[in-house]
């Protein structure tokens, strides 16, 4: 039945916070095309190891550039424990629950400064993620594509340190023009270095 403004059932759209993402990436992603370049994703995907850093549990991170991805790694776990009558982990929430990354923060602050964005709404933007994790002896390997589980394997009694690698292949289809910019990276670690006392950083870039 259409209304009398013609809209009828066809016309309207239930949409996941995915979907909503995808749909509109100047809106979601406003500082990177006001900038012109990708370089937010890098530091919007850094929350959960600054948040690990205010427990001495996060003292060094990793970053690596390439011409459309990145990798972060650092040595800290993301929970892998199951979100009570849910049937995911905290991981994976933080992964795909749009806002999950900013409300699950120990250090709210960190939230507030850098989380603007979300884990989530990166991986909704990126063709293909993988993310590769180990906490208190249980280990958690998930491949995402465009912000959707596509695979999940945990396993238990895993002999290893906490650690977390990240890596976003960024769907250009959404990002025409846009490229990462080695000296604004370079120049905005130095910054939160600043507010980050004894945080390393090591910053590779694979770009030609």
Do not use: W
Request: net charge negative.
């Amino acid at each position: 039945m259409a209304d009398e403004k013609g809209y009828t059932e066809d016309n309207i759209q239930a949409l996941d916070g995915m979907q909503h993402v995808r749909m509109r990436p100047q809106m979601y992603f406003e500082r990177c095309f006001k900038e012109q370049t990708l370089n937010a994703f890098i530091f919007e995907s850094l929350c959960h190891a600054l948040d690990e850093y205010y427990d001495n549990l996060c003292s060094n991170i990793q970053v690596e550039l390439y011409e459309t991805a990145f990798k972060i790694t650092y040595k800290s776990g993301m929970s892998l424990e199951v979100i009570k009558n849910e049937d995911f982990t905290i991981a994976e929430a933080i992964m795909t629950k749009i806002g999950a990354c900013s409300n699950m923060k120990k250090h709210l602050h960190v939230g507030h400064r850098y989380c603007n964005i979300g884990m989530a709404s990166v991986n909704a933007a990126s063709e293909v993620c993988r993310l590769k994790t180990v906490s208190n002896h249980k280990k958690g390997i998930f491949v995402f594509e465009k912000g959707k589980t596509t695979t999940k394997l945990l396993m238990n009694d895993v002999q290893e340190e906490n650690s977390t690698e990240l890596y976003f292949k960024l769907d250009m289809t959404l990002f025409k023009g846009l490229k990462f910019t080695y000296d604004g990276i370079r120049a905005e670690i130095e910054s939160i270095q600043s507010d980050f006392k004894g945080l390393e950083f090591k910053l590779f870039s694979h770009i030609k």
